[in-house]
């Protein structure tokens, strides 16, 4: 597949291809441009060449637009979940989950645009205020590859709606689905150059959207580290930034939970996409009450799971995204196991044999005992491995979870509302779930606290987001 800018599919100046695998059997099923700083700045002359006639729509006019792409994606999701699973890795029903979440994301914000873009202040003698929401102008949004669909929903639909246009970079491991939904867009009536799609590599591509003196606002959702290196870098230009990095949430189960609704809620939440999800349970702490009973009932369900290639409609775990990633889980497992930093319950290997060997999969994992200073529980594991804490009491609990260096979210399953408003007001965390982990529709805020990043995706606060007030002063 092409490039997408200003409607047109385009090659890079580089003239370098990359491949993209399907991680479940290791052949290659397209490949992508690599693309340069040179083919940002022509994305970016297409956007700032869109922005005037697409600022001047009025809010509705853009919204319908968003509501009309939202029919045709609707219509086309299962070509779409298709192509997500055969790059992504995900069983193909999370794939049409994903796909119809970005749907839903596009219909949410499509709703809003018939509020009122600023308000007006009385000060009486002194005169009258006129509060504008203005849109910024050309917006970068960089990607990861765990959720690629839903993300380019989050970043583009509120971003489109105030009016901006805007370059996104997707990750290369999965920049395919993306790619044909942008086209989907323009074919819906978006005009060319408001959104446009550069592939590319992070240190260059990624790096010449965070840098070009067009772009207003970056919205990047990724890792800490290159979260990190994005701050330094639009920090020192002064830009707006919205950065979505990793977490390692905690789930914590209390004595009176009801116990089977809990199991299910952490496998979803660990096993869902193999693990790779940033708001995933990645550490599980249980009431010492109930441990034995609920771990051992975990157990069987973890051991239950169907793994294997997406497309298959039985499976229900596929394999990790990459290379890189299915190396830096083995490598952690490798180190748990030399250095006995806990017990493996279940699984902890990478899966070979018959129907694995050529895609990137590993066992789905309990790991419990855990050392206080495992990785499993300082860093964000990002793969089909969940460690299991035992707790004595609610305050002990509360602790253990809050000495991760990440506050993305967090869940409590308990009957007691006492312990809910414990959990809500300790916890460090964006969002704090009650019997429930991992679901974010796109009416709720979205962020975390932290090392988890700064800003606030979803719901209608996220359009303001991407604008920037200006206000009218009238003296009477
Ligand atoms: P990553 O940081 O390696 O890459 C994300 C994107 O950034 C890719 O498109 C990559 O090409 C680009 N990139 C890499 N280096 C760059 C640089 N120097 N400048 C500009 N762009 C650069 O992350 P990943 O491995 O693709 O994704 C997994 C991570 O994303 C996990 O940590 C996960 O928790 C996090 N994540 C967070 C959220 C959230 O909303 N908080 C959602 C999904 C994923």
């Not at 793994?307 to 748990?336: A, C, F, H, W």
Request: charged content about 20%.
């Amino acid at each position: 597949m092409y490039m997408r800018i200003n409607g047109a599919e385009v090659p890079s100046a580089s003239a370098g291809w990359r491949d993209v695998l399907n991680p479940a059997t290791g052949e290659v099923i397209d490949t992508i441009p690599d693309g340069t700083s040179e083919d940002v700045s022509v994305a970016v002359d297409s956007a700032e060449s869109a922005f005037l006639k697409w600022s001047e729509k009025t809010m509705r006019e853009r919204g319908a637009l968003l509501f009309r792409a939202a029919t045709m994606v609707r219509d086309d999701h299962k070509r779409l979940a298709r192509l997500l699973t055969m790059e992504q890795g995900k069983p193909l029903r999370e794939a049409i989950d994903e796909v119809r979440g970005f749907c839903n994301i596009l219909e949410f914000y499509a709703g809003l645009s018939s509020q009122p873009a600023g308000d007006a202040v009385r000060l009486n003698s002194q005169g009258d205020c006129m509060v504008m929401n203005r849109p910024l102008g050309v917006c970068g949004a960089v990607i990861p590859w765990n959720m690629p669909v839903l993300i380019m929903g989050w970043k583009t639909a509120p971003a489109l709606l105030a009016g901006n246009t805007m370059v996104l970079k997707p990750s290369s491991t999965a920049p395919l689905t993306v790619l044909s939904l942008s086209k989907t867009l323009e074919d819906a009536g978006i005009p060319h150059g408001v959104l446009n799609i550069v592939t590319g590599r992070g240190g260059s591509a990624g790096e010449a959207i965070i840098t070009h003196p067009s772009i207003q606002k970056v919205s990047f959702t990724g890792s800490c580290a290159t979260g990190c290196r994005i701050r330094e870098l639009a920090g020192s230009r002064n830009k707006d930034l919205l950065l979505e990095l990793g977490g390692s949430d905690p789930m914590i189960v209390m004595n009176d939970a009801d116990v089977p609704k809990a199991v299910e809620g952490a496998l979803r939440g660990r096993f869902y996409n193999a693990g790779q999800v940033c708001t995933a349970v990645k550490r599980l702490f249980v009431h010492q009450d109930i441990a034995e009973s609920f771990i051992s009932q975990l157990k069987v369900r973890v051991e239950s799971l169907h793994v294997g290639n997406g497309l298959d409609p039985q499976v229900e775990m596929g394999p990790l995204n990459n290379r890189q990633q299915y190396d830096t889980l083995s490598g952690i497992m490798k180190s748990v196991k030399e250095n006995a930093e806990g017990t493996i319950l279940t699984g902890g290997s990478p899966l070979t044999g018959e129907g694995y060997d050529n895609g990137y999969f590993f066992e789905p994992t309990l790991v419990g005992d855990v050392a206080e200073d495992s990785s499993l529980l300082t860093g964000e594991i990002f793969g089909p491995v969940l460690p299991v804490v035992v707790f004595p009491d609610l305050d002990t609990a509360i602790s253990q979870a809050n000495r991760s260096p990440y506050g993305l979210g967090a869940s409590v399953w308990t009957s007691d509302l006492a312990t809910v408003k414990q959990v809500f007001q300790d916890v460090h965390a964006g969002i704090v779930w009650v019997n429930r982990h991992v679901t974010v529709p796109p009416e709720i805020p979205f962020g975390g606290t932290k090392e988890s990043g700064t800003g606030r995706e979803n719901g209608y606060r996220a359009l303001e987001g991407y604008t920037r007030t200006k206000t009218l002063f009238l003296g009477w």
